[in-house]
């Protein structure tokens, strides 16, 4: 059973920044894509950024600029870097592992906040 583990959620500052991690329990390599995805309250999950085995990024208009999301195959991790945050990235953010064959993969999620 793979596992993905959330952490670098927590409180900021409009303007501020953090970086999330996303630990998965097996080699990265094994899956077709990893990403981040974030749910606000009342509204669906959406996506923020995702990277493919490839190192091919792509990311939500609405975090471009801002965001940037890299891998790290030797740690098994893929990270989320996160500046020049707003009150409308509060949320709880979700890291996702994408496979070959099945369904995809969810960690448990890490709340973000930030505050005006």
């Known amino acids: 059973q793979v596992q993905l583990v959330e952490s670098g959620g927590g409180l900021v500052q409009a303007g501020g920044s953090l970086r999330l991690s996303c630990a998965a329990s097996?080699?990265?390599?094994?899956?077709?894509?990893m990403g981040w995805y974030r749910q606000a309250p009342g509204k669906q999950r959406e996506l923020v950024a995702r990277i493919s085995s490839g190192g091919v990024t792509n990311y939500a208009d609405s975090v471009k600029g801002r965001f940037t999301i890299s891998r790290s195959n030797a740690e098994n991790t893929v990270y989320l870097q996160m500046n020049s945050l707003k009150p409308d990235d509060t949320a709880v953010y979700y890291c996702?592992?994408?496979?070959?064959?099945?369904?995809?993969?969810w960690g448990q999620g890490t709340q973000v906040t930030v505050s005006s």
């Open positions: 097996r080699s990265i390599f094994s899956f077709n894509s």
């Open positions: 996702n592992a994408r496979t070959y064959i099945g369904p995809d993969i």
